[in-house]
Every structure is written in C-alpha cells, then in structure tokens.
C-alpha cells in the first residue's frame, strides 16, 4: 500500500522499542498472557477485515472508485496508543489496495487544520480524524463539507457533531466513574486527590467529569491542573503539588504518560504512600501497574476503536447509514488482572 507519512516518526520508533520486550509475573503467567493477548489482537483484526469486507463489496457494486484514498489526522503520533489505532485501520485499507495518508501535527491544533487542509487538496475520499482541540477543528471540518469528504471523528469528540458523519470514542466517562469507584475503596473520605487534565480534549473532560461526579465531593480535590497529557509536563506539576501537598493521597491523570509522570515524580522524592491512576491500559502503564508504582489504569481498546472507525468508513463510502455515536467499552486494569492483557501491547 502506498502510504505517506507527512512528519518524523523517529521519536514513536524509540518509544515502541522501549516499550517491547517487557514483563512482569512469573514466566508461565507473562507467556500465557502474551500468547493470550496475541490470539486476541489476531482476532480482533481479522474481525475487522470481515467486518469491513461487505461494505466494501457494495462499494465496487454501486459504482464507487476503484480505489480509495483516506486521510488520519491524530493528535500526535508519538502516542503509542493512536499508533495502534493507524495500525487497526491500515490493516483492511492495505487490504482492499487503498491508501492511507497520515499526518502528525505533534499536538498542535494550528498545524493539524492546515495540515487537514493540505490532505483535501490531495484529494482524500474520507478522514479519520482525532482532534487536538475540539472546537477550533471547527474550520476544518466545514472544509470537510465543502468538499464533500465524510469524517469518521475516532477518540476524542468535536464539538460541533453536526459536522463529521460519526463519533467512535470510548466511553470516557465511565472511565472516570471506574478510576474514583476504586479509589474511594482505597482511601479514606477527605483525602487529597490531584487531577491532572487536558481541558482543549472533550474526551479528557469527561474522564474528568466522570470522576468528579461519582465521587460526589469525597475527595479534597487540591488542584485540576493542564498535563497536556505528557510525561514531562506532568513530572514538572506533580513535583509542585508534592512539595505544596505532602500529604496528597492521590494523582488521578487522564491519560498514561502523564501517570507515568506522577510515577516518576513519586520516584524522585522516594515516596510510597500515593496512589497514581491513569486512563488508556498502554504498555507503559501496565508495566508500572505490574511493578507496583502505578494503582491501576481505566482501559481502552485502540484496536477497536480502529475496527469500528475503518468499517464505518467503508460503509459511509458505500452510501449505508452508520450509528452517530459509537462508544467502545473501558475496563480497569490492576494489579489482579494485568498479566491477563499482557504487558507490551494493547488489549
């Protein structure tokens, strides 16, 4: 399949080689888990060639182009997580001869609408689109319309969902609900509970909001702070809440690398008396759940996510109706069951 990658993916290169070959548990169990997680991912991908298969069979019949070519706008591909998603997708695009365009705006909302701009002008027939900020993609979705190019919105949701043609998210919110329900049997009433957030991302708001609402005012929330959803970023805020808090109870962050950032920031001021939560069960996460540093991680499933965005693509090319919103099921991840998902993939 030709396809063109419009920015350096060295930095996404390292990071999936430091994150292969880990584990944890006895050897039996780690092998089991891992040759468990691959029949699921085997699995799960040939489900969504199945799945897409007929929609594209309707395509050819009514008449649609011979080939297909499609763009995938993601917030930043040094993300292992929109990696697997790209990889969901690509796996029936290469399948059927079509093409895949993928741009990296690297978390800058500017740059991912004229980059956006730049895929219509290559003429893309339909976009995969994860925005970095919600409203301001706006314009790029009216461009969208204007020319006639459906959009399958995966991740995290636009706001103006008049514009794209379907919503595939996990159900954020109820990630949120599972982190506080186990934090509370976890910590007494009162604790203080620092939330590292993404305000510019609808689906780091509701994990967010999700949280706070099942909670219901038992925890001292001490601070809601931007972690831009990055390790560093979110070691240099948890550093400060320690120092200003030292008897914080907990980090709960949206996502996990900027878990793992309150991990590390834990690690550097040797204390073990805090429980860090994090939301998306990416290797790095697990493994930390695995060692005992992390409390456990609100799971998604980036291969579904990219299951159901690539079929509904098929099917919006092939003139079908698609459910407007599609929500893919969370779970939480501790230290009871992490070696049942395996420690260097994704469930």
Known sequence: MKRKVLAALLTLTIAGASLAGCSGGKTGETTTAAQTQAETKAETKAEAKETAKESIAEVKENGGKEHYKFGFAATTMNNPFFHAIQEAI????????DELIVIDAQNDAQKQ????????TQG????FLCPIDSASIKSSLEQCGKAGVPVVNFDTDVYDVDLVNTIIVSDNYYAGELVAEDMMKKLPEGSKVCILTSPSA????????????????????????DGKGDTATSLGI??????GNPDLGAFYAINDPSAIGCVQALESQKKTDVLVYGVDGQPMGKQAISEGTMEATAAQSPINIGKESVAAAYKILSGESVEKNILVPTFLIDKNNVTEYGLDGWQ
């Open 90 to 97: 690509e796996e029936v695009v290469d399948e059927n001869g």
């Open 113 to 120: 609408i004229s980059m956006v701009e730049d895929l219509l």
């Open 124 to 127: 893309i027939d339909l976009l």
């Open 202 to 225: 609808e689906a780091c708001i509701k994990r967010q909001n999700g949280f706070k609402d099942k909670a219901d005012g038992y925890f001292k929330i001490v601070s809601e702070i």
């Open 238 to 243: 948890a550093e400060d809440v320690l120092q």
